[in-house]
């Protein structure tokens, strides 16, 4: 009894070390029933890691891995790392929901790295140890560089496989083998069909970011992946949300796997300030342009939704004499790696970025957030706002709102629980209204798809010398229609109607998609008086 409860004591106030397999063994006379307790009381300090584990040191972690940790300046682990590092340290399957920024990378990639320390071999040929899946490049490239910090003091190969680069270089780097493979899964898959690489020894699998891969449509090459992989293996899946489909992922491809949550993606960190302009879509350039001009602004990220419109928020703050760049899809890897470097670096102080080309944007030092527009889903402005206020420092996110995007930010505020600070409104509150009080053009129309006019108007008309080829006209003013405007359904498509002779071009579908300067050149139909057009690029 006098040794149990020595056991209980140590335990609590010495701080549990899970590494040491062999505490039990220096207490001879510990009878079965003991050692049962011993194990259990393990497990709890496991399960509860946040409440036992207050220091890397207290993880077990292999030595090499303490040192690049020290020397990185990390000595208190996060909630997801002192939860999830134990866990996987143990051989079980993971199901991690975490936010960005909580610093879930080194939960997953540590554990790895503490297996190869211990087990010191060297890959086989075409063969990985261990395959982390992230759904962007920056992601994949920003994981890398986390592993290669964390294992420094080590002997660790790590290849990077992702589209937009020359395949030669990966796949030379793929036959001599690896330690750990982190990629992307359109590109992983291509090496596989093509024989470059086999999955039939890898042991641990990581799912980072698994919501958004759902977003991009990567779940069928996952599938395609894992079952490829040996079915004695750990698998851990970390996702913000956790949606139906990923938690189907889960079922097939995980084995009872642990679920460690840790700040939900609907409450985003609190030493964020969050604020929101009210303003007319036309001044939110000049109203950006100011607010990075203030001292405070030392670094930022300016969020648009559409790659065409990060590229035109960039020249627009270049020409004001900001340094500013973009980075999307549509920049080739070599620019975006340009581009992200001359950001980390200093060199470029203002990052205009769309939601999937940021995620990998992993800097400690952003000191404020800008949504140009906001996003279309409300979990992605906490996504957006997540890249400041990083390693316990504060930050600021400032979203400029016009009166079309009224609905999404009330769809934002029901999600964080709260409402977002009103800095200033130009006698315009889209808390108040969101119809206008005149409907757009295309709901004043009649059956003929011609608009209703008064008395005086028809007086004041001039007549028309060939009504029949005012058709075109039509078409053309229905292209200004979008549901976003709020307008009624009276009007009837126009795209499914045979083309007027006469006509130049039947590009009353296309011109509708391209927005912007295609329909001022044709002239989209709108008039002073009607309703706010969604919030785009002029």
Known sequence: ???????????????????????????????????????????????????????????????????????????????????????????????????????????????????????????????????????????????????????????????????????????????????????????????????????????????????????????????????????????????????????????????????????????????????????????KRQALTKMLSEKDVERAIVFTRTKRGADRVSQHLQKAGLSATAIHGNKSQGQRVRALASFKSGEITIMVATDIAARGIDIDDVSHVFNFELPEVPEAYVHRIGRTARAGRTGTAISLCDPSEAKLLREIEKLIGSKLHAEKSDSYSPLDAQVPDTPPKSANRNRNGNRNQSAEQVQKAKPRRNARKSKPADLKANESWSPLDGAAKEGKPTFGKKKPRGSAKPDGYMSRNRGGASNRRKGNGQGKNSAPRPAAFA
């Open 1 to 283: 009894m006098l040794t149990i409860v020595m056991i209980v004591a140590g335990t609590n106030s010495l701080k549990f070390r899970p590494h040491r397999q062999l505490f039990c063994a220096s207490f001879p006379l510990l009878t079965r029933r003991t050692s049962l307790l011993a194990a259990f009381m393990r497990d709890q300090a496991m399960a509860y890691g946040q409440i036992f584990l207050t220091n890397f040191n207290d993880l077990g972690l292999a030595e090499p891995l303490l040192r690049a940790l020290e020397a990185e300046g990390y000595t208190t682990p996060t909630p997801i790392q002192a939860q999830g590092i134990p866990v996987a340290m143990s051989g079980k399957d993971i199901l991690g929901i975490a936010q960005t920024g909580t610093g879930k990378t080194a939960s997953f990639v540590l554990p790895i790295l503490d297996r190869l320390a211990r087990n010191d071999k060297r890959p086989t040929p075409k063969s990985t140890e261990a395959l982390i899946l992230a759904p962007t490049r920056e992601l994949v490239a920003q994981i890398a560089e986390n592993i290669r910090a964390y294992s420094k003091h080590m002997r660790v190969s790590v290849t990077i496989v992702v589209g937009g680069v020359k395949p030669g270089p990966q796949i030379r780097k793929l036959a001599s083998g690896s330690h750990i493979i982190v990629a992307t899964p359109g590109r992983l898959l291509d090496h596989m069909n093509n024989g470059y690489v086999s999955l039939s020894q890898t042991s641990y699998v990581v799912l980072d970011e698994a919501d958004h891969m759902l977003d991009l449509g990567f779940i069928p090459d996952i599938r395609r992946i894992m079952k490829q992989l040996p079915k004695k293996r750990q698998t851990s899946l970390f996702s913000a949300t956790m949606p139906t489909q990923i938690k189907a992922l889960g079922r097939d491809f995980q084995n009872k796997p642990t679920e460690v949550a840790v700040a939900t993606v609907s409450r985003p960190i609190e030493r964020i300030t969050q604020s929101v302009h009210l303003l007319d879509h036309a001044s």
